[in-house]
Every structure is written in structure tokens, then in C-alpha cells.
């Protein structure tokens, strides 16, 4: 069954920091507060709320409950959260409002990461038996990534600083980045190795910021803005946890779900992708078939602002923003969740016909 | 393998301790509630639409979903009623320092619109404790006043300033004040 259009018709994103003295659920009130007025709707029209975060982060257990203040839970809405990217809470609040009894929709994700040690924490997502003990952290896991891709002979080190140096200058233009700058891949070369063969500008920066989205049914967006972004299709696709059970240098999951969003080789001109290291922007182009002539990332991508459990929402807006101001007609945003691409999802957006 | 024939395995044992590092700064709103509960002033916001009274400030309102500032704080007294409590008769688990029954308590500070929970009261004996009870915060001396208890996760304590209630000797508060808040 063709699902219904949904619009995304406000949005809003906090500045990616290094550290915020506010506490999560300041972060996220500005976000929604922002995106609501953005989107010109009363919050108490809003039909179903859904948030993505992860207690881990601050340490904060229930944190997710406490966010809830952010969204004004009383009187009581109706809501859920997810245990992933915002960008995967967008994707259940596009199924709620596929039921059609609503027609205005809050997604919204959050991460503060300064309260804790990524390569203490990390590891605490692999299975508890082999990989956890080992404490193998994010940047070892991508190193194996990356160290495959070079063996089979798709990449090179010189490309994946080649990515890094025009994320750096992309975000130049983006006020919301935590890292830009002139670079390029010969000076970036000339750093040592953080994990053999990743240096220090293959690796994300961790951020603390909050994202919110706005969703409408299309005749409702119609009414509300005047340029509503159209959600024409949007699909998840899963592989294995083990990452040694998988081949790292693909992303079939990302093939995957790119189908089940519809794309098929169709002309994108904007792809917005949750590569956090710069070997992932490699496959994930591969994986996606985007040649080119796609602008990757003109917002400097996750190397650059880093809002875990929010960076995938955040690629949502960056593409969104784009099909709204005419830059892009037809944009991809890719989310990724788990450990070297485990989990993706792609999200197809287009302005009106 | 040396015995071939032996088809029971002992199973292979592993102690994995976890431990994970937080580092919080304190935002805004708790500073400012830690620095005047150490000068011995208690610090509310109050919701300028819904008038709400929240101690400590949280920044904003949770019910109107809007913002708020430093414009907002406002002083509120150290004087209170007992609106519901506990009496805790202390089992010797892990990490348990009381020994003997102590008072737990829900505090309604006049000008505030939630209570304090957790408190402590004392001097009265623990079963002449009950809601309506007059109370007035016991200070530390300012020298053993500190930012104890005070969290980026939840919204701040006074226990690194007051150490109880004691009661002010004045007739019970009336029911109706205090009934919106039995917790």
C-alpha cells in the first residue's frame, strides 16, 4: 500500500558544542520550542510526540522521562521514545501518522556526550561476553573498517583525509558546527596515527545538542507553509550485531533500505550521511551508488557536529533545509545507529511537484 | 586433549566488573539555587504565566513549555508545613548509616508552589510528627554549608545547607493549604 505523503514543515537544531553547561532537557526545549514556532502550529495540536536519546550519555537514569518536559506532558499527550537516533523517532512518528486520525507530528533527538568517556562507554553496546571485556571502543572499531576498505583496495588514506578536508571547509558556512576550517588532505596526512590507519581528522567530534522536526499530513502542511518538504520515502534495514559476522567494507543494509525508500538510481542532489568517520563516507557513497555530481554533506557532516542520538536527525534537517530554500530538488538523509554501519536508514525528501 | 573420553566440561568462570565515569558541570539555574542556599537564602522561579512557584529553578516552566530566567527567580521563605511523611525504621543494608527511625518528610515552603521531599524533622519525637506540622529550616553554620547533594541530574537539594525542620511552634497550617500536595 503507497504510504500517505507526510511533510516535514519545522525544524530546528541547538549549536553542536564541545560542552553545554545546560542539561539535556534544556537543549531540547529550545529545539522544540524553535521547531514549533518555525512550523506555526499551537504544540497543543500536535497529535503524537516521539524523542530519541540514550540514558548512557549523561548518566541520568530516566533522562528520556525528564526530557519529556520538553514536549509539555501535561495535560498528558500521547508519545514514545526510542533508544535510537532521533532520526529513527521521525520514522515512527511517519508509520503513527499513517493511520491518518492525526495530522501534526513532534519528533525530536538529543545527546549531551560531555558527561561521559566515549571509549569507556561505547564498548558497553557490544555483546557482554567477547567484545565488551575487550573494551573495543568506536574509533577501534572504525579502524578495522577502515583497515579493510584499504585491503581491499577501494580506498586510500589520502581519500578518507580528502573527506575530512572538505567536511572541514563545508561546515565553514554552517553555524551550527563545532569544528571548521581551510584544510587539506596534505597537511591532515602529516598527523600521526589515533588508531592505525585513522588519525585525528578520520574520527567524529562528540557534541552536546538537540534537534526537533515538525511532521505534517500533506493537506495540513499545505495550509501551514508554503514550502512543505515531502517525505517521499523513508525505510531501516538492520545487519548483524557481531561485526566480525559482517563484511565492513559494504553497507548492504544501506542498499537495502535505500530500495525500500524508493531510491533507484534516481538523481539526488543533495545526500546529508551519518558518516561519523570518514572511510563510512566512502561506503556509504558506494552503497547508495551516489556519484559526483551528489554534494555530500554541504553541512560538514557528522566529522564536524556530532549531536549523538541526534546527528542522524540532524542530517534529516540539513537535507530538508536545502530542498526548502531550492538548492536541492531531491535530497537523501542517512541515520546509522550500532557499531561500523550496523543499523541505517535512508529518508528520500522532495519539495512539491 | 589428554582425556578423550571424559564428556564433562567444567564451565569456564569470568568476573567482569563495570565501571563507568560521569563528569557533569552544573547548569545555570542549579548554581544559582547552590550559591544562595549557601548565603542562606532558598531560591524558587516563578512561571510567569502560570504563576507557578518551582523550587529550585529549573529554567523553565514544564506545564506552559516556556523559558525562563534569572528575572524569574524570586526568594521564598525557610518556613514551612509538613505536608505527608514517612517514618523510616532503618534496616543495615549496604551504604545505610542511620541506625535508629528517622523522619521523612514532605516540606511546603510558604511561597512555593511544590515541596521539598525528603526531609528530616526534628526536635519533636518522631511519632508527634504529622501533616499541618509548622515547620523552620536548621541551618548549618554558614562554615559547614556546601554544594553537597547539588546535580545536573535532577534538580538540586538543600541538604549541603539545611540539615532539618524543626517545628515553629505555631497552630497547624489548615488543611486546605496544604491537601494539593500530599507528596
Redesign the interface.
Known amino acids: 500500500m503507497p504510504a500517505t505523503d507526510i511533510a516535514i514543515i519545522g525544524w530546528s537544531q541547538t549549536p553542536s558544542v564541545e560542552r553545554s553547561a545546560l542539561t539535556e532537557v534544556q537543549l531540547c526545549l529550545k529545539a522544540n520550542l524553535a521547531a514549533v514556532a518555525a512550523a506555526g502550529i499551537d504544540r497543543h495540536d500536535i497529535g503524537f510526540t516521539c524523542a530519541g536519546s540514550c540514558d548512557y550519555l549523561t548518566g541520568g537514569p530516566f533522562a528520556f522521562v525528564a526530557n519529556l518536559d520538553a514536549a509539555g506532558a501535561w495535560p498528558p499527550i500521547s508519545e514514545s521514545h526510542v533508544e535510537m537516533d532521533g532520526a529513527w523517532a521521525l520514522y515512527e512518528a511517519w508509520v503513527r501518522l499513517q493511520h491518518g486520525d492525526i495530522d501534526l507530528a513532534l519528533v525530536f533527538g538529543s545527546g549531551k556526550s560531555s558527561p561521559s568517556n566515549p571509549t569507556e562507554l561505547y564498548p558497553q553496546q557490544l555483546d557482554p561476553y567477547y567484545l565488551e571485556p575487550l573494551g573495543l571502543d568506536p574509533d577501534s572499531i572504525a579502524a578495522l573498517q577502515a583497515r579493510a576498505l584499504l585491503d581491499s583496495g577501494k580506498a586510500t588514506e589520502r581519500a578518507f583525509a580528502e573527506v575530512a578536508a572538505r567536511s572541514r571547509r563545508s561546515a565553514k558556512s554552517n553555524p551550527n558546527a563545532q569544528l571548521s576550517g581551510d584544510t587539506d588532505a596534505d597537511t591532515l596526512l602529516a598527523g600521526g596515527y589515533v588508531r592505525a590507519p585513522l588519525r585525528s581528522h578520520d574520527l567524529p567530534v562528540y557534541s552536546d545538542g538537540a534537534a526537533a522536526i515538525v511532521l505534517a499530513t500533506a493537506d495540513r502542511a499545505r495550509q501551514l507553509v508554503e514550502h512543505p518538504v515531502f517525505i517521499r520515502g523513508i525505510a531501516h534495514r538492520i545487519e548483524v550485531h557481531q561485526p566480525g559476522s559482517r563484511d565492513l567494507t559494504t553497507s548492504p543494509s544501506t542498499t537495502g533500505a535505500a530500495r525500500a525508500a524508493g531510491h533507484n538510481g534516481q538523481a539526488i542532489d543533495v545526500a546529508e550521511l551519518s558518516a561519523a568517520y570518514t572511510p563510512q563516507e566512502l561506503i556509504l557513497r558506494e552503497s547508495l551508488g551516489l556519484d559526483d555530481k551528489v554534494t555530500v554533506n554541504p553541512s560538514g557532516g557528522p566529522l564536524t557536529a556530532n549531536p549523538v542520538m541526534a546527528t542522524g536527525l540532524v542530517r534529516i534537517i540539513e537535507a530538508a533545509q536545502r530542498v526548502a530554500d531550492g538548492s536541492a530538488h531531491r535530497a537523501l538523509a542517512h541515520a546509522t545507529n550500532g557499531q561500523g554501519l550496523q543499523h541505517n536508514l535512508v529518508c528520500i525528501l522532495e519539495g512539491e511537484q | 586433549m589428554s582425556d578423550t573420553t571424559s564428556t564433562k566440561v567444567e564451565p569456564v568462570m ?1 568476573d ?1 566488573m ?11 539555574n542549579t548554581v544559582r539555587f547552590a550559591e544562595a542556599l549557601v548565603e542562606g537564602r532558598i531560591l524558587g522561579q516563578r512561571c510567569p504565566v502560570c504563576a507557578r512557584v518551582f523550587i529550585p529553578p ?3 516552566c ?6 525562563l530566567t534569572p528575572d524569574n527567580d524570586v526568594e521564598v521563605a525557610d518556613t514551612g508545613v509538613v505536608t505527608n511523611f514517612t517514618i523510616v525504621a532503618p534496616v543495615r543494608y549496604y551504604g545505610q548509616t542511620k541506625t535508629e527511625p528517622f523522619v521523612y518528610a514532605s516540606v511546603l515552603l510558604d511561597g512555593a508552589s511544590g515541596t521539598l521531599g525528603g526531609q528530616d524533622v526534628s526536635g519533636i519525637p518522631a511519632d508527634k510528627v504529622h501533616a499541618g506540622l509548622r515547620v523552620r529550616a536548621a541551618w548549618k553554620p554558614q562554615s559547614e554549608r556546601s554544594a553537597e547533594g547539588q546535580s ?2 535532577g534538580w538540586g537539594s538543600v541538604a549541603g545547607c539545611i540539615s532539618s525542620f524543626e517545628p515553629t511552634g505555631e497552630p497547624d497550617a489548615p488543611r486546605e493549604a496544604y491537601e494539593e500536595h500530599t507528596i
Open positions: 569470568m567482569h563495570v565501571s563507568l565515569t560521569y563528569v557533569e558541570d552544573l547548569p545555570p529549573k529554567d523553565y514544564p506545564l506552559d513549555v516556556v523559558e545536573a541530574r
